[in-house]
């Protein structure tokens, strides 16, 4: 018995030398999916947008869907690029986006002003746009130029700002500045103001959606000079060279057209868009 102890505890010895005489068993990483992007990291990069331009934006329930969001996906599945797109803010966007760090891009119908170029890099253009005027019926606004002593309400950071800053004076307190339209439209609506300033599109999807507001748009060609959207990046940003040839062949393949007539009823005049890229 004791011998056959003794041999035990021996061979019991050898196994835990055996064992410790190994290395550590060591978990291979997983790689992360979605491939190298155009910021250096892994996965699907990541696009900030403000979901309150309908029909541009907007939260269906908790998706993001308009417009813009139709055409990032199809500029994105052109690209061959995995992304995410988050709603932040119109505010919230713009920092990040100039930051980099989070969100490599921003689209929310952006419009490319010099101003921003000096903060931002941008895509090539791809949609046409300009300010509208939006007022109650009956009221004696016929321009912009009838805007310069009422009350008017325009979101904040927006080229409608600037516009109205300019005109009014940007410390005017009769120009009312808000964190997003809505809250423009709802100061029209409750009387707080004699008009809005926005977007066509957004003021236009605002007076379909509500009828019984009996809100009538303006136009004032001389005073809102045509805008262009296009996608918001970090200064430097790699993604451009990426975003740009998406851009375009999506408007050249047709693709774009099939966009716009689901969001906006009729086929684009894309002769002015065109020519704005090719600049």
Same mark, same amino acid.
């Given at each position: 018995?004791?011998?056959?102890?003794?041999?035990?505890?021996? #061979?019991?010895?050898?196994?835990?030398?055996?064992?410790?005489?190994?290395?550590?068993?060591?978990?291979?990483?997983?790689?992360?999916?979605?491939?190298? #992007?155009?910021?250096?990291?892994?996965?699907?990069? !990541?696009?900030?947008?403000?979901?309150?331009?309908?029909?541009?934006?907007?939260? +269906?329930?908790? %998706?993001?869907?308009?417009? +813009?969001?139709?055409?990032? /996906?199809?500029?994105?599945?052109?690209?061959?690029?995995?992304?995410?797109?988050?709603?932040?803010?119109? /505010?919230?966007?713009?920092?990040?986006?100039? %930051?980099?760090? @989070?969100?490599?891009?921003?689209?929310?119908?952006?419009?490319?002003?010099? @101003?921003?170029?000096? *903060?931002? =890099?941008?895509?090539?253009?791809?949609?046409?746009?300009?300010?509208?005027?939006?007022?109650?019926?009956?009221?004696?606004?016929?321009?912009?130029? /009838?805007?310069?002593?009422?009350?008017?309400?325009?979101?904040?950071?927006?080229?409608?700002?600037?516009?109205?800053?300019?005109?009014?004076?940007?410390?005017?307190?009769?120009?009312? !500045?808000?964190? *997003?339209?809505?809250?423009?439209?709802?100061?029209?609506? !409750?009387?707080?103001?004699?008009?809005?300033? &926005? =977007?066509?599109?957004?003021?236009?999807?605002?007076? !379909?959606?509500?009828?019984?507001?009996?809100?009538? $748009?303006?136009?004032?060609?001389?005073?809102? %000079?045509?805008?262009?959207? &296009?996608?918001?990046?970090?200064?430097? *940003? @790699?993604?451009?060279?990426?975003? /740009?040839?998406?851009?375009?062949?999506?408007?050249?393949? $047709?693709?774009?057209?099939?966009?716009? @007539?689901?969001?906006?009823?009729?086929?684009?005049?894309? *002769?002015?868009?065109? &020519?704005?890229?090719?600049?």
């Amino acid at each position: 018995m004791k011998k056959i102890y003794l041999l035990s505890l021996m #061979t019991l010895i050898m196994v835990l030398l055996a064992a410790c005489g190994q290395p550590p068993a060591v978990s291979e990483p997983t790689p992360a999916t979605g491939g190298e #992007t155009a910021s250096g990291g892994s996965g699907p990069i !990541k696009i900030a947008t403000d979901a309150s331009y309908a029909p541009m934006e907007f939260m +269906d329930r908790d %998706q993001v869907t308009g417009f +813009d969001i139709d055409f990032l /996906d199809a500029v994105m599945k052109e690209a061959g690029i995995d992304y995410e797109v988050e709603n932040v803010g119109w /505010d919230t966007m713009l920092l990040s986006v100039k %930051q980099g760090s @989070e969100y490599q891009a921003g689209i929310s119908a952006i419009s490319v002003t010099e @101003e921003r170029k000096e *903060s931002y =890099d941008f895509s090539l253009p791809y949609y046409e746009s300009a300010n509208m005027i939006v007022v109650k019926e009956g009221s004696d606004i016929q321009s912009a130029a /009838d805007l310069a002593d009422k009350q008017v309400a325009v979101q904040a950071a927006t080229t409608a700002d600037t516009i109205m800053s300019e005109l009014m004076g940007a410390s005017n307190p009769k120009l009312k !500045k808000f964190d *997003s339209n809505t809250l423009a439209f709802m100061e029209l609506d !409750k009387g707080g103001a004699d008009a809005v300033v &926005a =977007d066509n599109a957004i003021i236009q999807e605002y007076i !379909k959606n509500n009828p019984d507001s009996k809100l009538v $748009g303006i136009t004032d060609s001389e005073a809102f %000079q045509p805008e262009y959207y &296009a996608f918001l990046m970090p200064k430097g *940003s @790699e993604l451009k060279a990426e975003l /740009d040839p998406a851009v375009k062949a999506v408007i050249d393949n $047709g693709t774009y057209e099939e966009i716009y @007539e689901k969001w906006f009823g009729k086929k684009p005049d894309l *002769s002015s868009l065109k &020519a704005e890229m090719a600049k």
